[in-house]
């Protein structure tokens, strides 16, 4: 039968090769298995036009936990990350909000529309981090089952629950009211202006299908809220060469472990005898053998596709048909002649080195997300767009730029069906460029080059159930020990020596890695 490895990861996402270097650092034989040409998964670069390097899928590096970027030695293995310091907003009447890396700027700038704002604005940043300083360490706990809660799990919610205890009571309150409020009205308890609500609530949507004016979305908001980028808390930034860069990093960090990595190697049926899991069969037939299966796909693929229902719990498979895929957002990526000339700021300048916001108003928003409700794209959607060829020009040739837009809302599910997305895709591309030409008059001009990925889209390239670029909603139900269901989310499976490491699992989503770390983490504690 060939090589019996330790462990054979399905997946060559950047959580799939964050748990392969784990393993494989702590002297595992490990194999990964990508079925595309290209790693990366939905963190990946890849030149679709000659010259043009897209970040095709996930476009920003916020969540890389720290201590992998350390334990991994990223940067030796050609990690590089720029940081995104500002945020632009440009508004309809043509004024505009621009938040950049200067304190005493964003202030004044805020200031031009709420001089109570201004003042709230500095207290709410260190309320945040607060929150954040004490739910940063459960992202890289293993949740606990509560029907069986073990002594490690119990030790963990002890220090959990004395961290909360150590904070103060309106930090408690804050931490309370983020669980259960909607974004939009949770920043109503801090702020007036319209224009800073609608730029600063769009955090508790990106990857969810929920309103502003959702319950809930202000947990997302601070899942968002918490970046490191070299220890500096809430940054942003890009991956020199796209986000494929850090893919690529992990990827070369794990073979220098001795990971075996195999790309073009799709993963067919998952080799199930008895209760226990012992290997698989590629798309050419091949059988690979591995005294631990590991999936990096999200729960879906992985036990209704891979494993069958037929192998599975009935129980279990309700819980998986039941937990929440529902893509609802796109990817326009352009590659431009030039540079974008905005109404409210002209010409080039730091704005355009930031993050850009196409979030008018709450009520923009939130009519944006009750066209997706009832199966259509939105007309004039929420967009975050980035220009990351201004500070980092190796992906566009020498005068040409690269744009990548982050679209919400395009729900997998339309009133046609997902596979009408064909018919309407480039349909929906033109409605993003015509709402940011709005903004933007000379755009049209300058384009020359468009890619347009709807959710279906993303499901059949990148394997993405629905397009759900979170392999499942972060809504609370999901979260923590309920990700991807109850008894479940500690990266085992009903099936024995089957594990999943993705974002399926605890923590979630975002190029974070932690998914992938915790469950090598938990695997070599099992070993």
């Not at 069986?148 to 009211?177: C, K, N, S, V, Y």
């Not at 755009?443 to 959710?455: A, C, E, F, M, N």
């Amino acid at each position: 039968m060939g090589t019996t490895y330790d462990a054979i990861v399905i997946g060559g996402g950047h959580n799939g090769l964050t748990c392969a270097a784990y393993l494989a650092k702590a002297g595992q034989s490990v194999c990964v298995l990508e079925r595309r040409h290209v790693l990366g998964g939905a963190a990946v670069s890849e030149e679709v036009f000659p010259g043009f390097t897209f970040s095709v899928c996930s476009y920003v590096v916020s969540l890389l936990r720290p201590e992998i970027i350390r334990e991994l030695d990223l940067p030796r293995h050609g990690l590089d990350l720029i940081p995104l310091e500002s945020t632009f907003t440009p508004l309809p009447d043509g004024r505009a909000l621009y938040r950049g890396p200067d304190s005493g700027q964003a202030r004044r700038a805020i200031a031009q529309f709420s001089a109570r704002d201004a003042d709230a604005y500095p207290e709410f940043g260190a309320a945040m981090s607060q929150v954040g300083r004490l739910v940063k360490p459960v992202l890289s706990m293993t949740p606990p089952d509560p029907s069986r809660p073990g002594l490690r799990a119990i030790m963990d919610l002890l220090r959990l629950g004395r961290r909360f205890g150590e904070l103060d009571t309106d930090a408690r309150t804050l931490q309370a009211r983020m669980m259960t409020m909607s974004a939009a009205d949770f920043l109503d308890r801090w702020f007036e202006s319209p224009e800073l609500k609608a730029a600063m609530s769009v955090s508790g949507i990106i990857g969810t299908f929920q309103g502003v004016r959702s319950p809930g979305t202000a947990y997302v908001l601070l899942h968002h809220y918490m970046g490191d980028i070299d220890g500096a808390y809430r940054s942003w930034g890009f991956s020199r060469g796209g986000t494929g860069g850090v893919s690529n990093a992990i990827a070369d960090a794990a073979r220098s472990f001795g990971a075996e990595i195999r790309t073009e190697a799709p993963v067919a049926q998952i080799l199930v005898d008895g209760d226990a899991a012992h290997g698989v069969v590629l798309a050419n037939g091949d059988e690979l053998r591995a005294k631990k299966i590991v999936s990096g796909l999200d729960p879906h693929l992985t036990f209704l596709k891979l494993v069958g229902r037929d192998k599975l719990p009935d129980q279990f498979v309700g819980d998986i048909e039941r937990f929440k895929m529902r893509g609802s957002s796109g990817k326009v990526n352009l590659a431009l002649d030039g540079l974008p000339d905005f109404v409210s700021m002209p010409g080039e300048g730091p704005h355009l080195r930031g993050d850009i916001t196409i979030a008018p108003s709450i009520d923009y928003l939130e009519r944006a997300y009750d066209e997706a409700k009832y199966g259509a794209w939105s007309r004039r959607p929420f967009m975050d767009v980035v220009i990351p060829s201004l500070t980092d020009p190796s992906i566009a040739p020498a005068g040409k730029h690269v744009m990548s837009i982050f679209v919400q809302y395009a729900p997998y599910k339309l009133k046609e069906g997902a596979q009408d997305w064909p018919n309407q895709r480039e349909a929906f591309g033109d409605a993003v460029i015509d709402t940011l030409a709005e903004y933007c008059p000379n755009l049209k001009d300058l384009i020359l080059h468009r890619q347009v990925l709807s959710p279906w889209d993303l499901e059949q390239q990148f394997g993405l159930t629905e397009g759900n670029i979170f392999h499942g909603e972060l809504s609370l139900e999901q979260l923590f020990f309920q990700r991807p269901t109850a008894q479940w989310a500690r990266y085992k499976t009903p099936i024995k020596d089957l594990w999943m490491c993705a974002s399926g699992t605890h923590p979630g989503g975002g190029i974070m890695g932690a998914p992938g770390k915790n469950a090598a983490e938990a695997m070599l504690r099992r070993w």
